[in-house]
């Protein structure tokens, strides 16, 4: 079992707190909700702001040692993303070609990744987005409302009959309302983050993704859109719908 699964089993204030400090280490924010996660005092935070200002490793020459490597690394956010973006398309595919228990069961995978990625995009993404593009503010408050509304939708789809024309007719807008939503997302923001950063950087934030990926809620919840509610509400989410999950054995 992988330390972050193990943490998140906890479900105590301390493993939540070690969750987003961990999250804050791996993208080097240290921001005012970064700092009253650490739950360890004065001498915690300024391990964590050192560690915020360190710079990226250097080869002889000055430059940075991943920067050629980054587009290609697994664990460059942008590639890291993009590949998410295939898999939800296909999940929808699958999903809406499928009935009954199949078409449930493809649903549940669906959400789950739409979870994973929205919390992914969130908490590491549009944060940086915002300090780092010159429209990054517009940019990200217009995906963040696409996000929310994604989010309404998937609530009531998990109230629908799932063979139910009903069903098929949400699930449909939706896909085209994601599918839409990625590709503003590639072009609008992750082509610019890439150029704007460095492949260390890069590299941080995809790190950072995988650890969001451990703690996002197995449902997207309405309404934590902004990164600072998701920092703070996101492994709480995270904890109850597993606690809820394995009571009724769901998910």
């Known amino acids: 079992m992988s330390a972050a699964k193990t943490i998140a089993r906890l479900r105590t204030p301390v493993a939540t707190s070690v969750l987003l400090l961990a999250t804050c280490f791996a ?4 921001t005012t909700h970064c700092r ?15 560690s915020a200002q360190q710079p990226a490793r250097e080869t002889r020459d000055g430059k940075d040692t991943m920067a050629q490597s980054a587009i290609t690394s697994p664990t460059d956010v942008v590639d890291f993303l993009v590949s998410q973006h295939q898999q ?40 940086r ?5 010159s429209d990054g503010a517009a940019v990200v408050d217009e995906r963040l409302h696409e996000e929310h509304e994604a989010k309404t939708v998937l609530q009531k789809l998990e109230k629908l009959d799932v063979d139910s024309a009903e069903f098929t ?12 939503h990625a590709e503003h ?12 950063l460095s492949g260390s950087e890069l590299e941080r934030m995809g790190r950072a993704a995988k650890l969001a990926e451990a703690i996002a809620p197995t449902r997207p919840h309405a ?13 709480f989410a995270a904890m109850l719908d597993r606690a809820r999950d394995a009571i009724v054995g769901k998910g």
Not at 99 to 117: N, P
Not at 129 to 133: E, I
């Open 169 to 180: 007719r949400l699930l449909t807008e939706l896909r085209d309302a994601v599918v839409e």
């Open 36 to 50: 009253a996660a650490y739950p360890f005092g004065p001498a915690f935070r300024r391990v964590a702001d050192r």
């Open 88 to 127: 939800i398309k296909s999940l929808f595919a699958e999903t809406l070609a499928a009935s009954g228990k199949e078409r449930e069961k493809a649903f549940v995978e669906l959400r789950r990744l739409l979870a994973v990625h929205e919390t992914a995009e969130e908490e590491v993404v549009h944060p």
């Open 223 to 235: 309404g934590v859109e902004s990164p600072a509610a998701n920092m703070a509400a996101g492994p």
């Open 185 to 196: 997302e590639e072009h609008d923001e992750f082509s610019k983050l890439g150029q704007e």
């Open 129 to 133: 987005a915002k300090r780092k593009l």
């Open 27 to 30: 993208t080097r924010v240290v």
